[in-house]
């Protein structure tokens, strides 16, 4: 059963910084492309932002030049880093991943990241 797990949540104060990490295990097979989403209370999900196994990137408009995705050395991970934080960014953040061989969509748990003022 693929898992994907976050870690690298907590509570920031504006301005700083944080790094997720996302880890899937479970298959042989990639997962592409890799993406994070966010869910305030109260909100819907909403994309953060994605990459593709050949590193294409898109991010949303909120958070476009402060937060960077990327994807780790081993395979079916990707990172987060996040600087200059807002309140407004304050969610739970959720990594997936998408399997290229049956194209089921994979989500992580959740993190909590709380921005304060």
């Known amino acids: 059963q693929v898992q994907l797990v976050e870690s690298g949540g907590g509570l920031v104060q504006a301005g700083g910084s944080l790094r997720l990490s996302c880890a899937a295990s479970g298959t042989i097979f990639s997962l592409n492309p890799m993406g994070w989403y966010r869910q305030a209370p109260g909100k819907q999900r909403e994309l953060v932002a994605s990459?593709?196994?050949?590193?294409?990137?898109m991010y949303a408009d909120s958070v476009k030049g402060r937060f960077t995705i990327s994807r780790g050395n081993a395979k079916n991970t990707v990172y987060l880093q996040m600087n200059s934080l807002k309140p407004e960014d304050t969610a739970v953040y959720y990594c997936n991943g998408k399997s290229v061989s049956s194209s089921n969509v994979y989500w992580g748990q959740g993190t909590q990241v709380t921005v304060s003022s």
């Open positions: 990459i593709t196994s050949t590193g294409s990137t």
